[in-house]
């Protein structure tokens, strides 16, 4: 077995103040303003010649945060994305919404201009090699968080950023040599990274996904698996045994690490009888029952054993990830159970903006349930979901842009209803309920028809069924 020397402070170390001097003299344009771009352009602007930020929405639709960074050395160029900002720029980085085949970026890429994303510029000011990298179609949030509650359960000096709502380069100062760095890393933030390696490389799952936005699954997976390119043998991959990874492991310059909730495949953790067993680098043995494990469905069982396969790669000790895995409950908008009304139970799934989540959601419960979906499409298949409600959905209430084209789908196959919004669908939802039904919103689509982001889509559900159970008193 190939032997690994442990995680220690290497080559990274230098202070933050000295990666920024690679900074030094450059002109760099900042496309984007959303969190990621904001931060990555406050952390340029004490060490670049020039720092221009812009983004093709005017001033005042644009973020506090954005609008600020007119006040920390930062050139403002809101509602411009015009070639002409390309003028002496040296570097662009590219925030994660902005598409790798927006006009402006391959403008800077055919005059030979270095693109890089946030998540590329955050690592070359990283000055520690301690970084877990957790991504995957579903599920994300939900490790990432879990591992950086291990690491702090082990004692040690942790950072949890990426795509789940800090970006890296807003923490950067904060990170020392010995601080471990739990990032989420998205399709998005893939797409251009260059030098990126985390030690611990997480891919979750698969399933089609940001179809828009990559046009194909193939695609998409592709993306995906760029987090392992930059591994070497001493680094970890950490995949998952129960599906097929759409990725050749025989081309994985990292030691590979399974997690799975069949059978032991190889080193890894897995699912032994009513135990959740480990096999990594020189530790082996049982880390607790599975029952004692807090997060709902089999889905979270794999993020549970997939969190405990990366801690363990990176020497934290089993008796600190059991304790973590028996107090973890989960996070807010993933199957959160938010309130009973009349023996009628209300679930917010509203992070599920994929058919997959929605396939999990819809496994996770018994029935029977009434379903509540919509928003806007990315682009997938929605006829898996036909099979998945036959038999446990008994109506599907459809709100938003992608309703008419949820409801070709589940036309014969449940009863189903049509509504403008997700107060609508709620109320509609409670005049149909029966004792023991489960109201679940589950959308399968983004919410960015009639929302910001699935946080205040799911903080409008909870609302709603607060006011039932008023009423309901």
Known sequence: MRRHRPFDVEDKVSTYEEKLEAFLGRRVLVVGLGRSGVAAARALAPAAAEVVACDEKPADELSKEARELAG???????????????????????????????PLIVAAREKGIEVVGELELAYRLLVTERVVAVTGSNGKSTTTVLLGEIFRRAGEDVVVAGNIGVALTAVGAEIRPTTTVVAEVSSFQLEDAVTFRPRVAVLLNLAPDHLDRHGSPAAYYRTKWRLFENQRPEDYAVLNADEESSGNRDELQAAVLLFGRGAAPGPGVWLAGDDVAYDVRVQKGTLLPNRDIRLPGPHNLSNAMA??????????????????????????????????????????????TNVASTLTALATFEGPIILIAGGKSKGGDFGALAAAARGKVRLAVLYGAARDELAAVFEGVVPLERVDTVGGAVARAAASARRGDVVLLSPACTSWDQYRDFEERGDDFKRAVAELSREAS
């Open 307 to 352: 969190a405990a396969c990366a801690a363990l790669a990176m020497d934290v000790s089993p008796r600190a990830i059991a304790e973590a895995l028996v107090e973890f409950e989960g996070l807010p908008h993933r199957l959160e159970f938010v309130g009973e009304a009349g023996g009628v139970r209300y679930v917010n799934d509203s992070k599920a």
């Open 72 to 102: 920390a050395g930062v050139e403002l160029r809101a509602g411009d994305q015009t070639p002409a900002l390309l003028a002496g720029v040296d570097l662009l980085v590219r925030s994660p919404g902005v598409p790798w085949e927006a």
